[in-house]
């Protein structure tokens, strides 16, 4: 396995290709995402664990988008079972890990929200467990913002770590430990791409957000329509962001598998 050292802009292609990829089997990867997402609520029901629950279980399901991606790019439709394949990758044995992976997801995130609190006194943490208050004062004040920011700063380089952890972990029977290590050092390699990629997204996000308020405008403001428009540009958006996650592991990772 080696990395690769890519230049910025391949970032913004990456992006792109998320939706040059979803117009290559829309219905089937449209259905996909919303199984994926579908298992992610679902388990917000689980006892004890439930809101964090989808950050544990990501991991193994993101692999499963992973496999259905890649079999998209070398032109095979993609099948409901492939969400699954993490827990058959590496001979049935890869699930363990990738559940150690959101084990890694849960406590980071916990350990940034803890920090956040010194900032607003723990209301980011009520907003991610969603026990907060819509009447709560608190989320009308300035202090949300810098908690936000404190946050990130925190968790981002966590969010680099887990990046390619996934692939490494089920493709290459990679620990964990060592797999988040390799996909930090590939992230930051890369460090201009994911900038570039962000920024794409960030854009992206943008003009979808535009394009609803403008349709808020059209619509008259009926909650009922606005939701039948929303939905599915939110899935087609989410999709997309999925899709693009295959060409950055593609690019960037030179192992073979590709």
Known sequence: MQ?????????????????????????QLLALTFLYL???????LLPLVGPFAPMLLTPL???????????????????????????????GRAWQPL????????????AALAVASLADGGTLLQIATG????????????????????????YLPVQAALWYAPMFVAWHRISPLKAMFFSLIAVLRNKGAFIAYLLTWFVVALVASLTVQLLKMLLGGSPLLVSLVLSPLSLLVLTAL?????????????????
Do not use: K
């Open 3 to 27: 990395i690769s050292t890519l230049p910025a802009s391949t970032g913004r292609r990456w992006a792109l290709e998320g939706f040059s990829l979803l117009r290559r089997f829309p219905m």
């Open 61 to 91: 399901f993101a692999i499963g988008m992973m496999h259905a991606v890649r079999s998209v790019d070398q032109g095979r439709a993609p099948t409901p079972r492939m969400l699954f394949a993490g827990f058959s990758d590496a001979g």
């Open 242 to 258: 999925y899709c693009s996650f295959w060409p950055s592991y593609r690019d960037a990772v030179r192992d073979g598998l590709n």
């Open 131 to 154: 026990t907060a208050q819509a009447e709560d004062p608190a989320l009308r004040e300035g202090s949300l913002v810098w908690a936000a920011l404190m946050f990130l700063v925190f």
């Open 99 to 110: 559940l150690l992976l959101g084990l890694a997801n849960v406590a980071s995130t916990l």
């Open 38 to 44: 579908l298992i992610l609520m679902l388990s917000t």
